[in-house]
Each structure stands twice: as C-alpha cells, then as structure tokens.
C-alpha cells in the first residue's frame, strides 16, 4: 500500500525552504552572493600575484557581502597599502578592511 504525505505537510515543507532558502553559513546572504564574494577574492589574490611588491603568499584575502579583508604580514608599510590599493581598484569590491600588520 502506497502511503502519501498530507497536503499541509507539503506545504509547511514549502514553506521552510522558501522562508531560509538558500544561506551558506551563518551571517553569510546567499548562494549567489557567496559565489560572487569567493570570484572577488580569486581577482584580488591574482593581482597580488601578478604585483611585484605584494607576497601573495603572506597576505591572507577573505571576502564577506562584498568587503575585502585583507590580514596578514607586509614586509613594508608600502607592501601594506599597496595590496590595499590593489584590493579596491579590483571590480566588485565594496570596500576594504586593511588588517595587515608590517612585521619590524
């Protein structure tokens, strides 16, 4: 015998998706906006690594809802705002956090 579900749990079911739909983690928007924040943190790791005066390597990029946050060491104070420099002329960011501390 084939059993069915009620409609009103097919719709308390439709409902829930539509309510959370689709967030990646806590205090992150939405899938789509991931996808965006995580292409903007591959463009700016690439101009860091295309940029003689910024170490790629030592500068670590996260991006949330458009913000770069840019942590890590510089072996300058020129380093520092130059990967800063580097992260808001790159297309899509909304604005960047500078964290980088430039190690003595």
Known sequence: MRRTLPASFALAALLAVSVTGCAVSR???????YVDDTGI???VKARFA???TVSAVAIRVETLRGVVQLSGFARS???????EALARATPGVAGVRNDIVVQP
């Open 27 to 33: 205090d992150q928007s939405t899938v789509g906006q």
């Open 41 to 43: 943190t591959a463009r």
């Open 50 to 52: 295309e940029d003689a």
């Open 77 to 83: 104070a020129a380093e520092r705002v130059r990967a």
